[in-house]
T-cell receptor, first 113, second 118 residues
Framework: DSGVTQTPKHLITATGQRVTLRCSPR?????VYWYQQSLDQGLQFLIQ???????AKGNILERFSAQQFPDLHSELNLSSLELGDSALYFC????????????FGPGTRLTVL | AQKVTQAQTEISVVEKEDVTLDCVYE???????LFWYKQPPSGELVFLIR??????QNEISGRYSWNFQKSTSSFNFTITASQVVDSAVYFC???????????????FGTGTRLTIIP
């Protein structure tokens, strides 16, 4: 158990819908990262937050957004869902945004029908 | 751009055999970190090791060992006396600086699916 929690574990929804994935980092970690794992793209970095502020963006679609709240939990919002958005979404956390090991949560498996 | 190559897509070995998973990376950074993560069938990503680019000493942890060679840009992972519980997908990853704040993301290889046959 990494100490990073993610909810829900599974999510099944329809095209065009909007979902929110939630992540709680390890105690003491200020930095949160979101990654997407899909069959065709592999594991890809989406976005990073540090102590409530967005610090870096990767291959994140405009339909996707995220935020980190004062209690340091983070939410990833996915809207206008398409079939291709079906993937495993991971949240990771680390103490600092650079050089520290990122510990991953169990992931949320999103299925878009 | 940074790149991590895991040329072995799938490997199957009989239990108790030794197996080595290859990882080759490309980076322009002089300081970087290399990682190995394990993804068992349950799906989570489990951290195994982090290696600083300035530390080329090999590391051993139980049945696991890692060989880092900067000259060949490789960071290989060996499992000795494999067990069925080692069956998983293993990912090699490279840290990449992505902002002036010093933030880093991980660039992952495509993974190697290891199956240990009882």
């Amino acid at each position: 158990d990494s100490g990073v929690t993610q909810t829900p574990k599974h999510l099944i929804t329809a095209t065009g819908q909007r979902v929110t994935l939630r992540c709680s980092p390890r105690s003491g970690d200020l930095s949160v990262y979101w990654y997407q794992q899909s069959l065709d793209q592999g594991l890809q970095f989406l976005i990073q937050y540090y102590n409530g502020e967005e610090r870096a963006k990767g291959n994140i679609l405009e339909r996707f957004s995220a935020q980190q709240f004062p209690d340091l939990h983070s939410e990833l919002n996915l809207s206008s869902l398409e079939l291709g958005d079906s993937a495993l979404y991971f949240c990771a956390s680390s103490v600092n945004p650079s050089t520290d090991t990122q510990y991953f949560g169990p992931g949320t498996r999103l299925t878009v029908l | 751009a940074q790149k991590v190559t895991q040329a072995q897509t799938e490997i199957s070995v009989v239990e108790k055999e030794d197996v080595t998973l290859d990882c080759v990376y490309e980076t322009r950074d002089t300081t970087y970190y290399l990682f190995w993560y394990k993804q068992p069938p349950s799906g989570e990503l489990v951290f195994l090791i982090r290696r600083n680019s300035f530390d080329e000493q090999n590391e051993i942890s139980g049945r696991y060992s890692w060989n880092f060679q900067k000259s060949t840009s490789s960071f290989n992972f060996t499992i000795t006396a494999s067990q069925v519980v080692d069956s998983a997908v293993y990912f090699c990853a490279l840290s990449e600086r992505i902002s002036n704040f010093g933030n880093e993301k991980l660039t992952f290889g495509t993974g190697t699916r290891l199956t240990i046959i009882p």
